[in-house]
């Protein structure tokens, strides 16, 4: 049973019930804050959904939870990619990937396959690995204490440590792992047909278990001989983590039952590769600062130290008309183009506003349709006088999306950059 609602809805699905397994399953708190998911008193299950999008597959029925800004699960795939560096556009024609409506997770699962087909056709990276064995000849170097210690007196067993040029590496134990993966739980049997094949290949070249995935992940540096693998680790990442690193589902029992993406993230995410994007095409010498802490704005003067931070998403600086110009741009992913400013967001830009902002400003960047025309508030003191503003500015995700797939994808990131420095495209 398919059981689909919008991210932040609530509804109640009447007839379908838990199994014994899916109580169980849910009972550990895994899915606390992303999906409340509660048999109801008067019969049927109770779902509601927060900011995360994606999929929950238990025993008795299949929770999707949708994009409630985009068009589907294909979207948010494109918003991913282009988030964590790629180019928003992907390997197959949108017609293969939207047959025979797969979920977002099956979505994943296809781009780490043909990522994973792609390495093995074009060789995967190779690299020298110290090995120490106990070997009938001398290769590389002979350990001399360890053959004391273990082989003293003989010449048929060599105590040797020695450089083989070995697949058995972290780029390729990563896609192995997200492959058999995919093997194991995607949907269509025809994935998984490709998926075994893959992982089968990648698995004698790299046997070694992938381990702690965080650690991996942290460990990998790309140069010029791994820059290819960049776009299969992060889709393998994906699939893994159930979503994201900072996600729950990487070790756990809902690993290959929960895929999950938190849209507030990804929004912020999105926003920010847009604004560095059109910072880097615009001429103005503008710089882009992503997560940037403030420790200084927020002064505990009995302690006479930093009393917290003040992190807004985005601090576009530099000189603007020979003057010296900052401005803090927050991501919200609120539908603000249909209702006001809450209060409490309105209190953090103001905040940011007369801390960072040179002049006082600040801006909110949202989710809206092509009609929105964002708000404009002030902040007058006691005579009235203006202290600083704060403006909202609403982008089409679509056809943000649309752009970056065709001819001319910087016109995206040019188009926001213009409406948040309130500058004509």
């Known amino acids: 049973m398919r059981l689909s609602l919008s991210e932040h809805g ?27 998911v509660r048999e ?3 019969g049927g299950l109770e779902v509601e959904a ?48 939207t047959a025979g409506d797969p979920d977002l997770r099956d979505l994943v699962a296809l781009m780490v ?10 060789g995967v990276r190779r690299d020298y690995l110290t090995r120490e064995d106990d070997l009938p000849v001398v290769r590389g170097r002979l350990l001399a204490d360890r053959q004391i210690l273990r082989h003293h007196g003989r010449l048929d067993r060599l105590a040797c440590r020695f450089d083989e040029h070995d697949a058995d ?18 949907r269509p049997d025809g994935l998984r047909a490709r998926a075994r094949r893959a992982a089968a290949q990648f698995a004698a070249l790299a046997p070694t278990p992938l381990g702690d ?44 039952r929960a895929f999950l993406v938190d849209m507030n993230g990804l929004f912020e995410d999105f926003v920010t590769r847009l604004l560095q994007e059109g910072a880097a095409g615009s001429g103005l010498g503008l710089r882009v600062d992503a997560q940037a802490r403030h420790r200084r704005v927020l002064f505990d003067e009995r302690a006479r130290s930093p009393y917290s931070e003040v992190r807004p998403d985005v601090l576009i600086l530099g000189e603007r008309d020979g003057r010296p110009f900052r401005l803090p741009v927050d ?43 964002g708000a404009r508030v002030a902040v007058r003191d006691w005579d009235g006088a203006t202290s600083a503003r704060v403006r909202s500015v609403a982008v089409d995700l679509r056809w943000l999306l649309g752009r970056l797939a065709g001819p001319e994808p910087s016109g995206a990131a040019a188009r926001v950059w213009a409406d948040v420095l309130d500058q004509p495209p």
């Open 10 to 36: 609530s509804r109640v699905f009447p007839g379908a019930c838990l199994t014994p397994a899916d109580r169980r399953l849910l009972a550990d708190g895994a899915l606390d804050g992303m999906l409340r």
């Open 40 to 42: 109801s008193a008067g």
């Open 50 to 97: 927060t900011a995360y999008v994606g999929v929950v597959r238990l025993e008795a029925c299949e929770i999707r939870v949708l994009p409630k800004y985009l068009g589907g699960g294909l979207d948010v795939l494109r918003m991913l990619d282009y988030a964590a560096g790629g180019t928003g556009r992907l390997l197959s024609s949108e017609q293969d990937l």
């Open 113 to 122: 396959t043909e990522h994973g087909e792609r390495l093995l056709r074009h």
């Open 169 to 186: 590496v972290p780029d390729n134990r990563l896609c192995a792992a997200a492959l058999e993966r995919v093997a194991r739980t995607a």
């Open 213 to 256: 995935l965080r650690a991996v992940v942290a460990g990998l540096e790309y140069h010029r001989h791994n820059a290819h693998y960049r776009s299969a680790h992060r889709w393998a990442e994906l699939l893994l983590s159930g979503g994201g690193l900072d996600g729950l589902f990487g070790a756990g029992p809902l690993a290959s």
């Open 331 to 373: 991501a919200k992913y609120k539908l603000y183009d249909r209702k006001k400013l809450s209060t409490a967001d309105l209190y953090q830009a103001f905040l940011y506003a007369h801390a960072l902002g040179t002049p006082a400003a600040c801006v909110l960047v949202h989710p809206g349709g092509p009609e929105a025309t």
